[in-house]
Every structure is written in structure tokens, then in C-alpha cells.
């Protein structure tokens, strides 16, 4: 960052502090400039996320935050203060998702933040940073495992495609892009309450996830899915697997229900099913660039305001913790500095 540049005041943030007893502390104070990990964008945050990947750092959970002390928050739109890159210039208006922010070094839950150029995407034309942040790695992620189903071979008209956590984040996209994309798209949710709001996202159906897990018990039932996207893990993936059509697809990104699922190779060996992995941390620039530009050709500011639960930085401790309690929906979307 240029030297000449005239200093931040000391800003705002959500820092992870450890204690002297070996314990970790949330607290809100305010930060230098001279603390921001090194990086050659400088960019003043207008909005972040709340992830379940958040949730549980700000949960304290082992081994989601590396290093301390540290801002939370994997995902944040805003717009370039300064810039040592010749990709960026000053007002720039940009997109920051994975790469390790807030858990290898400082995320969003910050006024400023600190980032290497290449790790940055620019807002696609048309959208406002609230709404990228509506979508964040949530939505990144949605539209990742819909291309993954694509690579697959699983077309709209292949058959049912199933959605498990789908009242979350990243199940309620997937239902949305899934069901804009022509499919017959079943919901899977534990929240019965919650079916209107499913169908309205575009869910042709919506059953238990009682129901699913009851399929867990044998390694084949049933061909039912052409394609399904899995955020918990756990049973429900494993009911996925044994229950898809011969040369399915199942597109597996979370863990809410468990990191672990007990399962035979059966659905592998005799259906020809494949299970395929989706990370958004990591994801090369240019798939990252080609789910940005669909999402944006894809969903309407109405269909994002639907899912959009707004809240200041100050209400985010507690927006955590209830997101772990399975008491959120949709996508919660925290104003750091705002538009």
C-alpha cells in the first residue's frame, strides 16, 4: 500500500482474542490500519454474511480459526480505497469470498479489510453490494454444485432433483437456481413449517427429512433422483446415494447433519451414481467469474429480497448462535458500513 496514503481513522471490527487460560473471547473494539494483514487491495467493507462456516467460528469451535487475533466473516462486498495492483483502481466495487478470510487471516465483520488482488472478483454490472452479499458463498456455492450436476450430464429433463438443508443458505439458492433452470426441484427440510416459503422459492415439492433418512437404513432403495445437491452430510446423503437413478448425480457441499455418513459402494458400482465434491475456498478465478455472472443473470432483486434477513454488526453474535440452533432462514446479511 502506498506510503504516501493518508492513514484510516481506527475503525470498527469483531475480533476473535485469545485468552490468557488458553480460552477465546468475542469482542467488538477498534482496529488500526497498521493491524490489517498485508495485502495490495485496501477496500471498505459495505456488507458480509452470515455463513454456518461464521457461526461456528464465532462458536468458538476448534479448528476454524488458525491464527489469533481475528476478524470473522469468510465472505464481504465493498468498494477500493486504495490499490498497489494495476487490476484495481480506487471506487472499484468488489467481491471477496474464501481464500481463508476469517480464519487464516481477517474476513468482513470489519469497516476495512486488507486483500491480495487476485483474491478479489469485480460486482457483476447490475448488482448492488447488498445483494452480492445476499448471494456470498451461500449463493457461490449453489450455483457450483448446479454446474457440478451440469458437468454430470443431469439435464431438466433427466428427472426429480432433491435439495437436503433446504431452508438454509445455500439450499434455499439451490432450490431457487435449480428450479429457474427448469428442474423438478423436491426440498428437503426439517422445518414443515417452512413449505410455503419452499414453494415459493420454486420447489415442485417439499417432504421431511424423516423421510429421507428413512431410506439411510439400506445401501439401494428406489431409483427417485436424477441429481441432488447435499449440504449436511451425514444421513441424508447417504439416503441420497442409495435412492438416485442409474447414472445420477449427487452434488455434496456441507455437514450441517454430520461430516461423517456410512454408506456402501452400491449406488457407485451398480448405478453408475457419482458423488461429487463442491469447495467455494478455493475455487479457481474463472469458475468463480462464471457462477458470479449467471447468479447475476439468473436471480432478480425481488427473488434475493425474499431470502435477505438484514442485521447491523452488532446483532451478529446472536444471529450465530441461532443459526446453529436451526433457527435461522434464508441468508442473513450483516451492514458493516453499508452502500
Known sequence: MKEHAEPLRPFRA???EKEENGGVRAAYREVTESELPPGD???KVAYSGINYKDAMALQRTPLIVRS???VPGIDFSGTVVRSDSAAWKEGDRVIMTGWGAGERKWGGYAEYARMPAEQLVPLPAGMSLRHAMTIGTAGLTAMLCVMALERQGVKPDSGEVAVTGATGGVGSFAVTLLAAAGYSVTAVTGKAEQADYLRSLGAASVIGREELNALSSKPLHSER???AVDTVGGQPLAALLGSTRYGGAVAACGMASSSTFQASVYP?????VALVGVESVIVPTDRRLEAWNRLNETLAAEQLDRITNDITLGEVMAQASAMLEGASLGRT???VGGS
Not at 457407485?268 to 453408475?272: A, P
Request: no cysteine; net charge positive; charged share 5%.
Open 68 to 70: 489469533f487475533p481475528m
Open 268 to 272: 457407485f458400482i451398480l448405478r453408475n
Open 14 to 16: 469483531l475480533l476473535l
Open 225 to 227: 433422483w436424477a441429481g
Open 41 to 43: 487491495v485496501l477496500v
Open 333 to 335: 446479511v450483516v451492514a
